[in-house]
């Protein structure tokens, strides 16, 4: 019976491995995600501007 408790999946994960798991998975979740995620917000909005600068802003078109 103790060989299988110490054969258990999770049991043989050594502390520093987890530590390491634990700093990569803060680093990606509060840094380079959140970089990510502006990165993309800001391409998005300068192409937008981008076009319009181009074909002008959305909506009928100006009377003349």
Do not use: T
């Not at 050594?14 to 990165?39: H, M």
């Amino acid at each position: 019976m103790r060989e299988l408790a110490q054969k258990a999946p999770g049991n043989d994960v050594p502390r520093s491995r987890r530590r390491l798991e634990l700093l990569l998975f803060l680093i990606l979740a509060f840094g380079i995600w959140p970089l990510v995620a502006i990165g993309v917000v800001g391409g998005y909005g300068f192409l937008v501007w981008m076009f319009q600068v181009v074909y002008g802003p959305p909506g009928p078109p100006a009377a003349h």
